[in-house]
T-cell receptor
Framework: QKEVEQDPGPLSVPEGAIVSLNCTYSNSAFQYFMWYRQYSRKGPELLMYTYSSGNKEDGRFTAQVDKSSKYISLFIRDSQPSDSATYLCAMRGYSSASKIIFGSGTRLSIRP | DAGVIQSPRHEVTEMGQEVTLRCKPISGHDYLFWYRQTMMRGLELLIYFNNNVPIDDSGMPEDRFSAKMPNASFSTLKIQPSEPRDSAVYFC??????????????FGSGTQLSVL
């Protein structure tokens, strides 16, 4: 079993829809949770990060962490065609020396 | 800053040949990471350096893979001999590791490696 599980998609939604992307994990030592966005033929770029449980909002994006369920989510409101990309969840333990483990990514397409 | 710079952008080689991938991290970043991305396995960490010193190379798949960081502004990942199963996109990333900043990885655009 992988430490981090993510549905690969693809996920296709119409412009303006609310998008929900999710990951589950098995390692209870994970404390930092990140979402990276990767456009085609580019490297991933950090979108949001949160520490421990709770919500964090940044514009149209909301990251949610439920440590009791080992489940994290990224919500995109008012989705735009420019949001079409692969979204990778990532997480690591408390120590700055702990490795960042990535999910396999969910491919998202927003239809105009 | 130009960001993390990787070269070459694409590499096509024949099985058995030596391949060298290059990376220039962002100036001032003290962590450097090499990742490999495939459809089957996703993004896998191969090795990472802190202040030019290799810290964890447990992700390096075999002895055919080696990585060096001779100075703070340059790193190489070498595959010798290359095999078709090494075909993947190889990413270099850097970060500034103080405090909680280590999760903010800055990735290069990657090297698409095809081994025929």
């Amino acid at each position: 079993q992988k430490e981090v599980e993510q549905d690969p998609g693809p996920l296709s939604v119409p412009e303006g829809a609310i998008v929900s992307l999710n990951c589950t994990y098995s390692n209870s030592a994970f404390q930092y949770f990140m979402w990276y966005r990767q456009y085609s033929r580019k490297g991933p770029e950090l979108l949001m990060y949160t520490y421990s449980s709770g919500n964090k909002e940044d514009g149209r994006f909301t990251a949610q962490v439920d440590k009791s369920s080992k489940y994290i989510s990224l919500f995109i409101r008012d989705s735009q065609p420019s949001d079409s990309a692969t979204y990778l969840c990532a997480m690591r333990g408390y120590s700055s020396a702990s490795k960042i483990i990535f999910g396999s990514g969910t491919r998202l397409s927003i239809r105009p | 800053d130009a960001g993390v710079i990787q070269s070459p952008r694409h590499e096509v080689t024949e099985m058995g040949q030596e391949v060298t991938l290059r990376c220039k991290p962002i100036s001032g970043h003290d962590y450097l990471f090499w990742y490999r991305q495939t459809m089957m396995r996703g993004l896998e960490l191969l090795i990472y350096f802190n202040n030019n010193v290799p810290i964890d190379d447990s992700g390096m798949p075999e002895d055919r893979f080696s990585a060096k960081m001779p100075n703070a502004s340059f790193s190489t990942l070498k595959i010798q001999p290359s095999e078709p199963r090494d075909s993947a996109v190889y990413f270099c990333a850097s970060s500034h590791g103080q405090g909680r900043a280590n999760e903010k990885l800055f990735f290069g655009s990657g090297t698409q490696l095809s081994v025929l």
